[in-house]
Protein backbone atom coordinates (compact mmCIF):
# COMPACT_ATOMS: atom_id res chain seq x y z
CA UNK A 1 0.00 0.00 0.00
CA UNK A 2 1.06 3.47 -0.62
CA UNK A 3 1.87 5.53 2.75
CA UNK A 4 -0.57 4.74 5.54
CA UNK A 5 -0.38 6.26 8.85
CA UNK A 6 -0.14 3.25 11.41
CA UNK A 7 -2.54 3.14 13.83
CA UNK A 8 -0.69 5.28 17.07
CA UNK A 9 0.00 8.25 13.80
CA UNK A 10 -3.89 7.77 13.09
CA UNK A 11 -4.30 8.64 16.86
CA UNK A 12 -1.60 10.87 17.57
CA UNK A 13 -1.64 12.76 14.42
CA UNK A 14 -4.57 12.79 12.28
CA UNK A 15 -7.31 12.32 15.25
CA UNK A 16 -5.08 14.02 17.75
CA UNK A 17 -4.00 16.78 15.48
CA UNK A 18 -0.79 17.11 17.25
CA UNK A 19 1.52 17.16 14.16
CA UNK A 20 0.25 17.94 10.87
CA UNK A 21 -1.54 15.09 9.14
CA UNK A 22 -1.01 17.55 5.86
CA UNK A 23 2.23 15.81 5.86
CA UNK A 24 0.65 12.71 4.21
CA UNK A 25 -0.38 14.56 0.91
CA UNK A 26 3.02 15.80 1.04
CA UNK A 27 4.42 12.48 0.76
CA UNK A 28 1.24 11.55 -1.72
CA UNK A 29 2.62 13.60 -4.24
CA UNK A 30 6.17 13.21 -3.81
CA UNK A 31 5.58 9.46 -4.28
CA UNK A 32 3.40 10.47 -7.51
CA UNK A 33 6.46 12.06 -8.81
CA UNK A 34 9.03 9.30 -7.80
CA UNK A 35 6.88 6.92 -9.07
CA UNK A 36 6.97 8.70 -12.67
CA UNK A 37 10.87 8.94 -12.84
CA UNK A 38 11.07 5.06 -11.67
CA UNK A 39 8.56 4.55 -14.67
CA UNK A 40 10.72 6.09 -17.23
CA UNK A 41 14.22 5.42 -16.11
CA UNK A 42 12.53 1.41 -16.05
CA UNK A 43 12.20 0.58 -12.73
CA UNK A 44 9.08 -1.38 -12.38
CA UNK A 45 9.78 -2.93 -16.57
CA UNK A 46 13.29 -4.05 -15.27
CA UNK A 47 12.14 -5.56 -11.62
CA UNK A 48 9.38 -7.72 -13.62
CA UNK A 49 11.89 -9.07 -15.79
CA UNK A 50 13.94 -10.20 -12.85
CA UNK A 51 14.62 -8.95 -8.70
CA UNK A 52 17.29 -7.07 -8.29
CA UNK A 53 19.71 -5.08 -5.98
CA UNK A 54 20.24 -1.21 -6.63
CA UNK A 55 23.98 -2.12 -7.86
CA UNK A 56 22.44 -4.50 -10.90
CA UNK A 57 19.68 -2.65 -11.50
CA UNK A 58 21.92 1.07 -11.71
CA UNK A 59 24.06 -1.41 -14.53
CA UNK A 60 20.79 -3.00 -16.22
CA UNK A 61 19.48 0.82 -16.00
CA UNK A 62 22.68 2.87 -16.75
CA UNK A 63 22.14 4.92 -13.45
CA UNK A 64 24.10 6.32 -10.32
CA UNK A 65 24.11 3.45 -8.33
CA UNK A 66 24.03 5.21 -5.01
CA UNK A 67 21.11 7.53 -6.17
CA UNK A 68 19.27 4.55 -7.75
CA UNK A 69 19.59 2.97 -4.36
CA UNK A 70 17.87 5.99 -2.41
CA UNK A 71 14.91 5.73 -4.53
CA UNK A 72 14.55 2.34 -4.39
CA UNK A 73 14.68 2.88 -0.71
CA UNK A 74 11.99 5.45 -1.08
CA UNK A 75 9.66 3.26 -3.14
CA UNK A 76 9.99 0.42 -0.67
CA UNK A 77 8.48 2.78 2.20
CA UNK A 78 6.16 4.06 -0.17
CA UNK A 79 5.13 0.14 -0.70
CA UNK A 80 5.84 -0.11 -4.56
CA UNK A 81 9.01 -2.05 -3.95
CA UNK A 82 9.62 -5.26 -1.76
CA UNK A 83 13.08 -5.61 -0.39
CA UNK A 84 14.58 -8.98 0.61
CA UNK A 85 18.39 -7.90 1.90
CA UNK A 86 19.75 -5.88 -0.30
CA UNK A 87 17.26 -7.30 -3.40
CA UNK A 88 14.33 -5.52 -4.41
CA UNK A 89 11.79 -6.76 -6.24
CA UNK A 90 8.01 -5.34 -7.54
CA UNK A 91 5.47 -5.35 -4.34
CA UNK A 92 2.23 -6.56 -4.95
CA UNK A 93 0.64 -3.28 -5.70
CA UNK A 94 3.38 -2.48 -8.55
CA UNK A 95 3.41 -6.03 -9.81
CA UNK A 96 -0.73 -5.60 -10.43
CA UNK A 97 -0.74 -2.05 -11.61
CA UNK A 98 2.17 -0.76 -12.76
CA UNK A 99 3.62 -3.65 -15.08
CA UNK A 100 1.95 -5.70 -18.09
CA UNK A 101 -1.51 -4.59 -19.95
CA UNK A 102 -3.21 -3.20 -17.06
CA UNK A 103 0.10 -1.11 -16.34
CA UNK A 104 -1.77 2.83 -14.68
CA UNK A 105 2.04 4.30 -15.63
CA UNK A 106 0.71 6.25 -18.18
CA UNK A 107 -2.05 7.65 -16.38
CA UNK A 108 0.53 8.68 -13.74
CA UNK A 109 3.23 10.23 -16.59
CA UNK A 110 -0.15 12.63 -18.29
CA UNK A 111 -0.82 13.73 -14.82
CA UNK A 112 2.95 14.71 -14.37
CA UNK A 113 3.67 15.91 -17.82
CA UNK A 114 0.66 17.24 -19.42
CA UNK A 115 -1.58 18.14 -16.45
CA UNK A 116 0.31 19.61 -14.13
CA UNK A 117 2.32 21.97 -16.18
CA UNK A 118 -0.99 23.12 -18.03
CA UNK A 119 -2.11 23.67 -14.13
CA UNK A 120 0.90 25.75 -13.26
CA UNK A 121 -0.30 27.87 -15.90
CA UNK A 122 -3.87 28.05 -15.99
CA UNK A 123 -5.36 27.24 -12.62
CA UNK A 124 -5.52 30.29 -11.20
CA UNK A 125 -6.45 32.07 -13.91
CA UNK A 126 -9.50 29.68 -13.97
CA UNK A 127 -10.14 29.70 -9.92
CA UNK A 128 -10.76 34.32 -10.51
CA UNK A 129 -12.54 33.68 -14.19
CA UNK A 130 -14.31 30.28 -14.25
CA UNK A 131 -13.31 29.43 -17.37
CA UNK A 132 -9.47 28.47 -18.77
CA UNK A 133 -8.79 31.01 -21.55
CA UNK A 134 -7.50 27.88 -23.61
CA UNK A 135 -9.08 24.58 -23.23
CA UNK A 136 -6.53 21.47 -22.63
CA UNK A 137 -7.18 20.45 -26.02
CA UNK A 138 -6.86 23.27 -27.52
CA UNK A 139 -3.77 23.65 -25.64
CA UNK A 140 -2.79 19.89 -26.72
CA UNK A 141 -2.90 21.02 -30.54
CA UNK A 142 -0.34 24.05 -30.00
CA UNK A 143 1.81 21.12 -28.26
CA UNK A 144 1.22 18.03 -30.82
CA UNK A 145 4.14 16.22 -29.22
CA UNK A 146 2.41 15.56 -25.87
CA UNK A 147 -1.32 14.47 -27.48
CA UNK A 148 -0.14 10.93 -27.24
CA UNK A 149 1.21 11.19 -24.42
CA UNK A 150 -2.56 12.21 -23.24
CA UNK A 151 -4.32 9.70 -25.29
CA UNK A 152 -2.22 6.76 -23.45
CA UNK A 153 -3.25 8.10 -20.04
CA UNK A 154 -6.55 8.01 -21.06
CA UNK A 155 -5.95 4.61 -22.39
CA UNK A 156 -4.15 3.55 -19.42
CA UNK A 157 -7.24 4.58 -17.18
CA UNK A 158 -9.77 3.19 -19.79
CA UNK A 159 -8.02 -0.48 -19.17
CA UNK A 160 -9.47 -0.29 -15.53
CA UNK A 161 -13.10 0.67 -16.23
CA UNK A 162 -13.48 -1.28 -19.78
CA UNK A 163 -14.72 -4.41 -18.92
CA UNK A 164 -17.15 -3.12 -16.28
CA UNK A 165 -18.94 -0.75 -19.06
CA UNK A 166 -19.10 -2.99 -21.89
CA UNK A 167 -20.27 -5.88 -19.80
CA UNK A 168 -23.65 -3.11 -19.21
CA UNK A 169 -23.59 -2.38 -22.78
CA UNK A 170 -26.51 -4.51 -24.83
CA UNK A 171 -24.84 -5.11 -27.99
CA UNK A 172 -26.55 -7.91 -30.23
CA UNK A 173 -23.61 -7.97 -31.85
CA UNK A 174 -24.12 -6.30 -35.61
CA UNK A 175 -24.01 -3.03 -34.76
CA UNK A 176 -22.23 -0.06 -36.10
CA UNK A 177 -20.83 1.91 -33.48
CA UNK A 178 -20.03 5.86 -33.57
CA UNK A 179 -17.29 6.21 -30.41
CA UNK A 180 -17.87 9.60 -29.70
CA UNK A 181 -14.17 11.62 -28.69
CA UNK A 182 -13.35 8.32 -28.62
CA UNK A 183 -9.72 9.20 -28.30
CA UNK A 184 -7.47 6.05 -27.86
CA UNK A 185 -10.07 3.73 -29.32
CA UNK A 186 -10.33 1.41 -26.67
CA UNK A 187 -13.39 1.11 -26.12
CA UNK A 188 -14.45 0.63 -29.94
CA UNK A 189 -11.64 -1.52 -30.11
CA UNK A 190 -13.06 -3.95 -26.88
CA UNK A 191 -16.78 -3.69 -28.43
CA UNK A 192 -15.43 -5.03 -31.85
CA UNK A 193 -13.22 -7.61 -29.59
CA UNK A 194 -16.11 -9.00 -27.72
CA UNK A 195 -18.60 -8.79 -31.09
CA UNK A 196 -17.11 -10.09 -34.52
CA UNK A 197 -19.83 -8.49 -36.40
CA UNK A 198 -19.79 -4.57 -34.97
CA UNK A 199 -17.95 -2.21 -36.55
CA UNK A 200 -16.75 1.33 -34.60
CA UNK A 201 -15.88 4.24 -35.77
CA UNK A 202 -13.70 6.93 -34.07
CA UNK A 203 -14.11 10.17 -34.60
CA UNK A 204 -12.18 12.62 -32.68
CA UNK A 205 -9.66 15.57 -32.72
CA UNK A 206 -7.69 15.08 -35.87
CA UNK A 207 -4.28 15.00 -34.25
CA UNK A 208 -5.48 13.02 -31.00
CA UNK A 209 -6.20 10.17 -33.44
CA UNK A 210 -2.60 8.55 -34.35
CA UNK A 211 -3.21 6.87 -31.15
CA UNK A 212 -6.32 5.07 -32.27
CA UNK A 213 -4.85 4.06 -35.74
CA UNK A 214 -2.03 2.31 -33.79
CA UNK A 215 -4.16 0.56 -31.07
CA UNK A 216 -6.41 -0.71 -33.76
CA UNK A 217 -3.31 -2.03 -36.51
CA UNK A 218 -2.12 -3.61 -33.08
CA UNK A 219 -5.21 -5.54 -32.49
CA UNK A 220 -5.30 -6.39 -36.24
CA UNK A 221 -9.18 -4.63 -36.31
CA UNK A 222 -8.04 -1.71 -38.49
CA UNK A 223 -10.47 -3.54 -41.33
CA UNK A 224 -13.54 -2.88 -38.27
CA UNK A 225 -12.07 0.14 -36.88
CA UNK A 226 -12.03 3.38 -38.48
CA UNK A 227 -11.00 6.57 -37.17
CA UNK A 228 -11.95 10.23 -38.40
CA UNK A 229 -10.96 13.80 -37.63
CA UNK A 230 -13.63 15.78 -36.60
CA UNK A 231 -14.78 18.99 -34.52
CA UNK A 232 -17.62 17.35 -32.25
CA UNK A 233 -19.23 20.89 -31.81
CA UNK A 234 -19.00 21.77 -35.36
CA UNK A 235 -18.74 19.05 -37.30
CA UNK A 236 -21.15 16.62 -39.05
CA UNK A 237 -21.43 13.31 -36.81
CA UNK A 238 -22.13 11.25 -39.33
CA UNK A 239 -20.25 10.50 -42.48
CA UNK A 240 -20.24 14.09 -43.56
CA UNK A 241 -20.26 15.64 -47.06
CA UNK A 242 -24.37 15.70 -47.21
CA UNK A 243 -23.86 11.98 -47.08
CA UNK A 244 -24.26 10.70 -43.53
CA UNK A 245 -23.76 7.06 -42.30
CA UNK A 246 -26.16 5.99 -39.32
CA UNK A 247 -24.77 4.29 -36.25
CA UNK A 248 -27.01 1.83 -34.05
CA UNK A 249 -25.31 2.55 -31.52
CA UNK A 250 -23.29 5.88 -29.81
CA UNK A 251 -20.56 5.83 -26.86
CA UNK A 252 -19.86 8.98 -25.71
CA UNK A 253 -17.46 8.24 -22.95
CA UNK A 254 -15.79 11.20 -21.09
CA UNK A 255 -16.85 13.85 -23.23
CA UNK A 256 -19.77 15.49 -21.62
CA UNK A 257 -17.08 16.57 -18.60
CA UNK A 258 -15.27 18.97 -21.20
CA UNK A 259 -17.82 20.70 -21.89
CA UNK A 260 -20.83 23.28 -20.87
CA UNK A 261 -24.31 22.59 -20.88
CA UNK A 262 -25.35 24.40 -23.93
CA UNK A 263 -22.29 22.38 -25.94
CA UNK A 264 -23.34 19.17 -24.63
CA UNK A 265 -26.85 19.52 -26.06
CA UNK A 266 -25.57 20.80 -29.13
CA UNK A 267 -23.58 17.61 -28.85
CA UNK A 268 -25.69 14.87 -28.04
CA UNK A 269 -28.26 16.82 -30.75
CA UNK A 270 -25.97 16.11 -33.35
CA UNK A 271 -25.05 12.22 -31.52
CA UNK A 272 -28.95 11.94 -32.10
CA UNK A 273 -28.62 12.83 -35.62
CA UNK A 274 -25.78 10.71 -36.30
CA UNK A 275 -27.96 7.47 -35.19
CA UNK A 276 -30.53 5.30 -37.04
CA UNK A 277 -34.45 5.31 -35.97
CA UNK A 278 -34.19 3.43 -32.29
CA UNK A 279 -30.40 4.35 -32.37
CA UNK A 280 -29.15 4.04 -28.60
CA UNK A 281 -26.60 6.43 -27.00
CA UNK A 282 -24.49 5.95 -24.08
CA UNK A 283 -22.91 8.54 -21.98
CA UNK A 284 -20.11 7.32 -19.73
CA UNK A 285 -18.86 9.85 -17.10
CA UNK A 286 -18.16 10.91 -13.04
CA UNK A 287 -21.56 12.36 -12.02
CA UNK A 288 -21.75 15.07 -9.65
CA UNK A 289 -24.03 12.81 -7.55
CA UNK A 290 -22.11 9.44 -7.24
CA UNK A 291 -23.37 8.28 -3.77
CA UNK A 292 -22.12 4.20 -2.56
CA UNK A 293 -19.65 3.09 -0.07
CA UNK A 294 -16.61 4.32 -1.50
CA UNK A 295 -15.37 7.91 0.33
CA UNK A 296 -12.62 7.55 -1.87
CA UNK A 297 -15.03 7.44 -5.09
CA UNK A 298 -16.87 10.55 -3.84
CA UNK A 299 -13.14 12.22 -3.23
CA UNK A 300 -12.04 11.26 -6.53
CA UNK A 301 -15.52 13.01 -8.13
CA UNK A 302 -15.41 15.98 -6.09
CA UNK A 303 -11.19 16.74 -7.17
CA UNK A 304 -11.96 15.51 -11.00
CA UNK A 305 -14.83 17.75 -11.02
CA UNK A 306 -12.75 20.84 -10.64
CA UNK A 307 -9.73 19.34 -12.73
CA UNK A 308 -12.33 19.35 -15.65
CA UNK A 309 -12.75 23.16 -14.83
CA UNK A 310 -9.47 23.67 -14.80
CA UNK A 311 -8.38 21.90 -18.07
CA UNK A 312 -11.60 22.54 -20.14
CA UNK A 313 -14.04 24.87 -18.26
CA UNK A 314 -15.95 21.66 -17.53
CA UNK A 315 -17.75 19.50 -14.82
CA UNK A 316 -18.92 16.62 -13.34
CA UNK A 317 -22.88 17.01 -13.67
CA UNK A 318 -25.54 15.49 -11.78
CA UNK A 319 -27.08 12.46 -13.82
CA UNK A 320 -30.53 14.22 -14.01
CA UNK A 321 -29.05 17.43 -15.94
CA UNK A 322 -27.50 14.81 -18.09
CA UNK A 323 -30.97 13.09 -18.76
CA UNK A 324 -32.02 16.31 -19.59
CA UNK A 325 -30.52 16.83 -22.48
CA UNK A 326 -30.75 14.02 -23.76
CA UNK A 327 -34.30 13.95 -23.39
CA UNK A 328 -33.84 17.22 -25.49
CA UNK A 329 -32.23 15.76 -27.98
CA UNK A 330 -34.71 12.99 -28.78
CA UNK A 331 -33.73 10.07 -26.56
CA UNK A 332 -36.50 8.02 -24.34
CA UNK A 333 -36.07 5.75 -22.02
CA UNK A 334 -33.64 6.96 -20.21
CA UNK A 335 -31.32 5.34 -17.34
CA UNK A 336 -28.61 5.45 -14.92
CA UNK A 337 -26.06 2.73 -14.59
CA UNK A 338 -23.26 2.77 -11.16
CA UNK A 339 -20.46 0.68 -11.35
CA UNK A 340 -19.36 -1.41 -8.40
CA UNK A 341 -16.38 -2.65 -10.19
CA UNK A 342 -15.49 0.89 -10.82
CA UNK A 343 -16.53 3.52 -7.91
CA UNK A 344 -16.78 7.19 -9.25
CA UNK A 345 -17.80 6.09 -13.03
CA UNK A 346 -21.89 6.08 -14.19
CA UNK A 347 -23.49 5.26 -17.78
CA UNK A 348 -26.66 7.10 -18.68
CA UNK A 349 -28.31 5.62 -21.69
CA UNK A 350 -31.15 6.06 -23.89
CA UNK A 351 -32.47 5.53 -27.21
CA UNK A 352 -34.56 7.47 -30.06
CA UNK A 353 -38.13 6.42 -30.88
C1 LIG B 1 -11.29 12.44 -21.65
S1 LIG B 1 -11.07 11.97 -23.30
C2 LIG B 1 -12.05 10.50 -23.39
C3 LIG B 1 -11.48 9.49 -24.34
C4 LIG B 1 -12.27 8.16 -24.33
N1 LIG B 1 -13.62 8.36 -24.80
C5 LIG B 1 -12.27 7.59 -22.94
O1 LIG B 1 -13.32 7.56 -22.30
O2 LIG B 1 -11.20 7.19 -22.46
C6 LIG B 1 -12.12 13.11 -24.21
C7 LIG B 1 -11.88 12.99 -25.69
O3 LIG B 1 -12.79 13.86 -26.36
C8 LIG B 1 -12.08 14.55 -27.38
N2 LIG B 1 -12.73 15.86 -27.61
C9 LIG B 1 -13.16 16.73 -26.68
N3 LIG B 1 -13.69 17.81 -27.27
C10 LIG B 1 -13.59 17.62 -28.61
C11 LIG B 1 -13.97 18.37 -29.75
N4 LIG B 1 -14.58 19.55 -29.64
N5 LIG B 1 -13.72 17.84 -30.96
C12 LIG B 1 -13.09 16.63 -31.10
N6 LIG B 1 -12.73 15.86 -30.05
C13 LIG B 1 -12.97 16.36 -28.83
C14 LIG B 1 -10.68 14.70 -26.86
O4 LIG B 1 -9.73 14.89 -27.89
C15 LIG B 1 -10.46 13.40 -26.09
O5 LIG B 1 -9.90 12.40 -26.89
Redesign the pocket.
Known amino acids: MPHVPNLLERLYVLRGNRAPGTIYDLLGSWTCKTVVLAAEVGVFEALSERPGTASDLAVRLDCDPDTLGMLCTFLARAGYLDRDGETYHLSGLSERWLVGDASLVDWFTFWDRVVYPFWDDNAETVLRTGAPEQ ?1 L ?1 AW ?1 DDHPELWAA ?2 RG ?2 A ?2 TVVVDPILDAVDLAGDERVL ?6 G ?2 AIAACERHPGVEATV ?3 PL ?1 LAVARENAADAELDDRVSVR ?7 DLGGGNGDAETYDVA ?5 V ?3 TPA ?1 NER ?1 LASVADALAPGGRVVV ?1 DQFADTSGPMATARSLVAFIGFSYRVL ?1 GGRAYPYAEVADWLGAAGFVDTSRTDFRRAPGVSMATGRLS
Open positions: SYLTQFEAADVGGGHRYVDDAGADLLTDFVFNVHGMELVL
